[in-house]
């Protein structure tokens, strides 16, 4: 399935970036064909990818899909096997790191323990022909924009994870970096830091107009960060675009699957356009399906919209009706998750197999949805995705 | 179709362009791994080639004329193997000799008078037939003539062949095979011994409640700070000939077995017990409450979560022990008396016998069971995995009177076994005549009145054991950054590594013979250092490379790998991260290679035995030349004053680090 959409060997694969839509005609990096493999072990695979000045972008992915591995080699870390990177205009594809121009921020910090704070911010600026007053002038800036000036003289280890953090990214962008790299920046912290500093790091970003790449596998991080999403998987990038294009229309089933919560039901292309699951129709979009194609179709349980008991009742107030996707569903288990109520139903339509859905508390509590009651539900006809049946 | 492209197309593989930091990165690990290659490989490779070279009189690659009296006509050419057959001046076990044997010509003229008039002309039939005429070395085939009074000190040298005859002539000669039986005897019950005791102890620390552990533990450190010549010297003074305690042995005699194994305890116990301390502190209480609540026994507990939690550190200290005992030289030399032991043995082949080539082959020999520990012992190291997981619970023994008491009552016992061996030196060397005139004295401390060296010999050993801490420190720590921090050079990296590894499976002694073949050969452009300070620090540094470099290696793998990221994406050479981040960070890591570096110089006596020259004579050998002299009280003292220096050594060493860690450490 992964190959199905990714790997053609077509140049396609060159002008994916420019198919995707929002870069600029020339953009400030660009990774054209580039490959990454480790004796038989292939981590990265024909990627080609533009990122333009300015802007945010996250690999996404799971662990081991080569999005690291992508990173390091932009950053001149681990060279790729071939492959060409460009930046500002200038082929960096071979150039030693310290040739490059980037900030990096690791999710250890890597922080030198035996500096102060603010000998650490100084660290990639001393040495440059800068004055000492300079130095220092800036330093106090930074350490300023991060919100830290309070704590110059303190050793990295007597400050919190998140101010740790807050100054490895102060390091990063002292030296004004052109690009600035973020390898899972956020991912050693608890949860409400988290959310925190993901504001902070885009607010800061925004301000700085540096072009950022992130890595993370935090779908939600990726979401709330970033201006396009590359979403990776075995070394090869599934899909590029923005956060809702890449909720709202995955390309294929594993971005589908990765990114929010799938339903998954084996379904085939009927000769009418409609599809069948379980041994009933349904209609949704079958552009590109041949009739009787095996096909897996794909609903988020967020997407299924509960009509209640009194059903007629209530389609006949907001939507029009179809019938076609309008199902009987008995709930099996309600699950109270505070902002909504997830529920498993079994409906005799889809083969007696399990829907999950996500009802918001306010419908349960309108439409007197219980555990062992028959509702009826609507899988909405443009929701329903179909993609090609997984090997 | 997709499976068509897995692979990365066919093309040139990119080379990242090197960075200057690269570069220079790339020579001092050439300069570095040449120094290993230089101070280890090479003069290994010399010594295992000499071991499988030998020398033989080629009788027939020689050939003579013998002319008449007026000097003008000439016999016919006749081989020298013909004339010895006719004559058997030579028999044929003769012929085997060793690199330095001669044999004079005129062995085979029974009428040679060296004022006859008569001439006589040699040449060899190959190229390589080479003959001396006094030192003069002839070869090739041209005939030369000489007259007879000429002819008097033409000798013939010997070929050099490969093969194993030294090692068939090894096995054959009982009194040498015999000390393969008896090092590796001698070796296990050490072993045995020593890591009983060494775990009793280390249980005792760990698991009891008893007083006084940190003192306890000072203690049994105390053997690492002499040469393993003084138990051998203490056991002469208790149960010698004229010993105190002789009559504890019941008629059997303190020089041999019982000898070998008493000192090889208390010299290899400090090395285990520090082993497997560490193995067991690493406990998990969780266990223990796990076994109190499935109500196991104290047995069963001991037997299911104590010794399976410890048993890496048990096979390791076992590993130890037993090469520590097989390789060691000094002990034996001064307790072993008549029992031949490998070590022992190559040390009179080479400076008793002067039979190099025999000497090379005992220490091939006894290069086998080290090797094999050590490759075991690695082994074993990799497959240990970690067993204290981050959220484990220290373990924090309770009070029981009954088993805090029988573990006091032990190490004390094992603490006056130390403390006695060490007082009965210090005795000896303070009295005029033990036991007979026991009154306090001086006079065994006036070393220069003795052989050995004297006081100069003190003064060398203090001075390459600071030029070893340092050179040495330098060298291990710059090598270990290279192995961790460099990125590339993977092969160059990996090779460097294990020539840091070998010299741990490498003996004291095989390393010194070793250099005696490799540097004392007037061709290598290193022959200079022979007989100097140098060649004993630069021996020594690589004597005891390994665990500096491993101890190197902990620090650096602490440190977070991406400072190096770091440090280049800020544009920054390495050399400034290296002094401002690196070597600060790891300095607590650098004092000790450095003091174990010095207390080591200080104590060995194994390699630089062989090494050493007039001048540089050092107080460890001085110990064994005045035992060997009969010299034991002075032998006592001298050992004594290693043991000062070394504890003085370490309060220094206390003192400077907790000084330097105040002022560079603060982050900690």
Request: with cysteine.
């Amino acid at each position: 399935m992964r190959h199905a959409m990714s790997i053609e060997p077509t140049p396609t694969s060159i002008h994916r970036a420019a198919d995707q839509g929002t870069t600029p005609s020339s953009p400030y990096l660009e990774i054209r064909d580039l490959w990454k493999s480790y004796g038989d072990f292939v981590a990265l695979r024909d990627i080609s990818l533009g990122i333009g000045k300015g802007e945010f972008v996250c690999f996404l992915g799971p662990s081991g899909c080569g999005k690291t591995t992508l990173l390091r080699a932009i950053a001149g870390l681990d060279l790729q096997t071939r492959g060409v990177i460009w930046q500002g205009g200038r082929d960096i594809s071979i150039l030693p790191a310290s040739k490059r121009d980037y900030g990096i921020v690791f999710q250890s910090y890597a922080l030198f323990p035996n500096l102060t704070i603010e000998q650490n911010i100084a660290f990639g600026l001393e040495n440059t022909g800068r004055s000492k007053a300079e130095v220092a002038a800036r330093v106090a800036e930074l350490l300023e924009t991060v919100g830290l000036s309070a704590h110059g003289k303190k050793y990295p280890a007597q400050l919190s994870g998140g101010q740790q953090q807050r100054i490895a990214l102060a390091r990063a962008i002292a030296i004004s970096p052109g690009l600035l790299l973020l390898d899972e920046p956020l991912s050693a912290l608890d949860a409400k830091v988290r959310v925190h500093l993901r504001h902070e790091i885009k607010a800061l970003q925004r301000k700085l107009g540096v072009t950022t790449i992130m890595v993370t596998h935090d779908q939600e991080e990726a979401l709330a960060m970033a201006d396009r999403i590359v979403v990776m998987n075995h070394g090869v990038i599934e899909q590029v675009g923005s956060p809702t294009e890449i909720y709202r229309h995955p390309k294929t089933l594993f971005v589908a699957d990765f990114i929010g919560e799938t339903n998954q039901f084996p379904a085939r292309v009927l000769p009418d356009g409609q599809v069948e699951i379980g041994h009933s129709a349904f209609c949704c979009p079958t552009d590109g399906f041949a009739a009787g194609a095996a096909t897996t179709a794909v609903v988020r349980p967020v997407d299924i919209i509960p009509h209640g008991a009194e059903a007629h009742a209530v389609h006949s107030l907001d939507r029009p009706a179809t019938p076609q996707n309008l199902i009987d569903a008995e709930v099996h288990v309600m699950e109270f998750l505070g902002m909504f109520w997830r529920t498993r139903l079994t409906a005799p339509r889809l083969g007696d197999r399990t829907l999950v859905a996500d009802f918001s508390v306010n419908a349960v509590r309108r439409l007197r949805i219980e555990t062992g009651g028959v509702i009826q539900v609507e899988i909405p006809r443009e929701r329903l995705l179909l993609y090609p049946r997984g090997i | 179709m997709s499976i068509a492209i897995d692979y990365a197309p066919p093309a040139r593989r990119l080379r990242q362009q090197a960075s200057r930091d690269d570069l220079v990165k790339l020579g001092f690990m050439a300069v570095i791994g040449l120094y290993l290659i230089v101070a280890l490989g090479a003069p290994l490779f010399v010594m295992l080639s000499k071991s499988l070279s030998t020398y033989r009189f080629d009788l027939s690659a020689f050939e003579f004329q013998v002319s008449d009296e007026t000097g003008a006509n000439w016999a016919t050419a006749v081989t020298a193997d013909a004339l010895n057959k006719e004559l058997g001046v030579v028999a044929k076990k003769d012929l085997a000799t060793n690199s330095d044997g001669r044999l004079a010509v005129t062995k085979f003229f029974p009428q040679f008078n060296f004022r006859s008039p008569v001439h006589y002309r040699i040449r060899g039939v190959t190229d390589d037939a080479a003959f001396l005429v006094g030192s003069t070395l002839e070869k090739g085939t041209a005939w030369r003539e000489y007259d007879s009074a000429a002819f008097r000190r033409v000798v013939l040298r010997p070929a050099s062949s490969l093969g194993i005859e030294n090692f068939k002539t090894y096995f054959s000669t009982p009194a040498l095979a015999r000390s393969i039986y008896n090092s590796v005897l001698m070796a296990s019950i050490s072993t045995v011994v020593t890591v009983s005791i060494a775990f009793a102890l280390a249980y005792a620390l760990t698991r009891s409640c008893m007083p006084l552990k940190g003192l306890f533990r000072g203690i049994l450190t105390i053997p690492i700070l002499v040469p393993s010549l003084l138990p051998g010297i203490a056991l002469v003074y208790l149960f010698g000939n004229q010993g105190v305690f002789r009559d504890w042995l019941m008629g059997y005699s303190i020089y041999g077995p019982i000898g070998i194994v008493i000192g090889s305890v208390f010299f290899t116990l400090p090395h285990a017990f520090l082993i497997i301390l560490t193995a067991l502190s690493v406990a998990d209480a969780r266990h223990y409450e796990a076994a109190a609540s499935l109500r196991a026994s104290k047995w069963r507990t001991f037997t299911t979560v104590t010794v399976p939690g410890a048993r890496y550190g048990l096979v390791s200290a076992a590993f130890v022990v037993f090469t520590l005992v097989i390789t060691d030289f000094g002990l034996p030399k001064v307790i072993g008396g008549q029992y031949g032991m490998l070590a022992v043995d190559i040390y009179k082949q080479v400076i008793g016998q002067q039979n190099f080539e025999m000497g090379a082959v005992v220490s091939v020999i006894l290069l086998v069971p080290a090797v094999l520990a050590f490759a075991v012992d690695r082994r074993m190291q990799k497959r240990q995995v970690a067993l204290l997981s981050a959220r484990a619970v220290p373990y924090a023994p309770k009070r029981n009177v009954r088993m805090d008491g029988f573990c006091f009552a032990f190490a004390c016992l094992v603490s006056l076994f130390i403390l006695g061996m060490i007082a009965m030196c210090q005795i000896a060397a303070l009295v005029k005549f033990w036991p007979y005139d026991l009154t306090l004295t001086t006079k065994n401390f006036a070393f220069d009145l003795m052989d050995g060296g004297g006081w100069a010999a003190y003064a060398n050993s203090i001075k390459l054991a600071l030029l070893t801490a340092f050179f040495g420190s330098v060298i291990v720590f710059a090598g270990a950054y290279m192995v961790e921090k460099a990125d590339g050079f993977r092969f160059g990296r990996s090779v460097f590594h294990f020539l840091a590894m070998m010299p741990m499976a490498v003996p004291g002694m095989v390393l010194g013979l070793a250099y005696i073949f490799f540097f004392n050969n007037p061709a290598n452009p290193l022959n200079s250092i022979y007989g100097t300070m140098t060649i004993l620090v630069v021996c020594t540094v690589t004597h005891f490379y390994t665990v500096a470099h491993l101890t190197a290696l902990t620090a650096l793998k602490q440190m977070d790998p991406e400072f190096e990221s770091v440090g280049a994406s800020l544009k920054q050479p390495f050399h400034r991260l290296f002094f401002r981040v690196t070597l600060p960070v790891c300095l607590p890591a650098i004092l000790n290679i450095g003091i174990y570096l010095f207390v080591n110089a200080m104590t060995t006596v194994s390699a630089v035995v062989f090494l050493y020259a007039a001048d540089t004579k050092l107080a460890s050998v001085a110990v064994l030349n005045m035992d060997d002299a009969g010299d034991i009280a002075p032998a006592a003292a001298m050992g004594m004053m290693i043991f000062y220096t070394n504890v003085v050594a370490k309060l220094i060493h206390a003192v400077v680090s907790r000084g330097l860690l105040a002022r560079t450490q603060a982050w900690r």
